[in-house]
């Protein structure tokens, strides 16, 4: 009796998973016939790929897919389907239906470049959607999706009785993107501009390829120079034409959606639309976001920076006005009531680790303040400055000088310190590819 009912549920679940299968919906995204754009361009810079980008949103995706077709074949076979199916045991089905779920939230430019990216690079549309979102989840929240598969689910998925999708999140397999960033301006710095900066211990995602600086001139919206690895929409850091930047840090709490926009994404958003602080700001609050962090905006036109503490539902808004020309962060919140949220899921060796982090270089820029210069950043962020204790494992450092358009990078890996300081220039870049 006792083997028949262990058949019974057996034959239940199989023919439960078979009827949601073929039941599925698949996501809709409005077709576009291919067009023949322009071949993306790739160069290096400080021995980093540099991509540039124009056209459409569609357009944008197909050339940045074709560019790293392999790449990205890769990265989706061992990264989503190695890691999140097979050591994750989460199954494909289901995270089809929390890309439909996750879809529903993402605004149509974003949703038709990764449309472009997927068939550039030959992939599914749900799997570069998944890519973006659930990797990058794992890799600044440090969380991974697990979604409910019991049979009530399965029968109601599959015989179309209901669209919702329950989800949990446990702590992802995966070193989460640790880094610290900095903001500094007026009196604090030589001259008065807004400079910004960051370091990233990135070796977590080499597996999706080594960071790269992304140049995108859309039809409509705001040039921008941003960072990224291959096949990412969102950005981690980046200056538009207006003199807007952004700098996101990882800042892992419990306070995760079921449904809505990547911090990345918002990032990648504030940079095309926005042409003021205000604006940057109104973006990332006004919108729907599946996890937070630790985000820098600035405005160079003033100069001014501000930083903004989110999680998924909570924020807390730093604004640069009053804490003297000078704001830095790691992977910690600062607001006591954001501290929370962070109890339990950031552990002891990461809080440590980041604070540390954040301590060196605000330490550095209070004890520097009314000498802070581009050139000083430069050997602060490549760990050349004498009494100031290096970073581990830092993989990539960022400058960004937002009134001179300028962005500088180094990756020590490539590049030796003070081998190359010459700051990329995103107005020189726009001019010479007129």
Request: charged share 20%.
């Amino acid at each position: 009796m006792q083997q028949k009912q262990v058949l019974g549920y057996i034959l239940r679940y199989a023919c439960l998973a078979m009827l949601s299968l073929f039941a599925f919906r698949p996501l809709i995204v409005t077709q576009l016939s291919k067009p023949a754009p322009d071949e993306a361009r790739l160069s290096e810079q400080w021995g980093m790929p540099v991509l540039t980008l124009a056209g459409t949103p569609y357009e944008m995706g197909l050339q940045h897919g074709q560019a790293f077709q392999q790449q990205l074949q890769q990265s989706v076979i061992h990264e989503l389907y190695g890691g999140l199916f097979l050591e994750n045991y989460t199954a494909h089905w289901a995270l089809l239906r929390y890309a439909h779920a996750l879809d529903r939230a993402l605004p149509s430019p974003l949703r038709q470049e990764m449309k472009g990216v997927a068939d550039g690079a030959n992939l599914s549309y749900p799997d570069v959607l998944l890519s973006n979102v659930v990797l990058e989840m794992a890799y600044l929240a440090g969380q991974s999706p697990v979604l409910d598969a019991s049979p009530s689910t399965l029968l109601g998925l599959g015989l179309g009785e209901r669209n919702d999708v329950h989800v949990t999140y446990v702590m992802a397999d995966k070193a989460s993107v640790q880094g610290a960033a900095f903001a500094a301006w007026g009196d604090s710095v030589v001259g008065g501009a807004l400079v910004m900066g960051c370091q990233y211990s990135m070796a977590a995602v080499d597996s999706r390829g080594e960071p790269l600086l992304i140049l995108r001139k859309p039809d409509a919206g705001i040039a921008s120079l941003t960072l990224g690895v291959p096949g990412s929409i969102g950005a981690w850091a980046g200056i538009n034409a207006e003199q807007i930047a952004a700098v996101l840090v990882s800042a892992p709490s419990m306070d995760l959606g079921a449904a809505g926009e990547p911090l990345s994404f918002l990032v990648r958003e504030a940079l095309e639309n926005a042409d003021t602080l205000e604006d940057a700001r109104d973006l990332a609050l006004g919108r729907r976001r599946l996890y937070g962090g630790n985000l820098f905006l600035g405005d160079g036109k003033i100069p001014l920076a501000w930083v903004l503490e989110a999680s998924a539902h909570r924020h807390e808004l730093f604004e640069g006005e009053r804490w003297g020309g000078v704001l830095s962060r790691g992977s910690s919140f600062m607001s006591a009531q954001m501290a929370t949220l962070q109890e339990g899921i950031l552990s002891q060796h990461l809080r440590e680790a980041g604070q540390e982090h954040e301590d060196r270089l605000a330490l550095w820029l209070r004890a520097n303040s009314r000498w802070v210069s581009v050139e000083k950043l430069q050997g602060l962020l490549e760990d050349t400055c004498p009494g100031v204790a290096p970073a581990d494992d830092f993989s990539l450092a960022l400058l960004l000088v937002p009134e001179e358009l300028g962005v500088w990078a180094v990756n020590p890996e490539v590049t030796s310190p003070g081998e190359a300081r010459q700051m990329l220039s995103l107005g020189a870049m726009l001019d010479a590819s007129h």
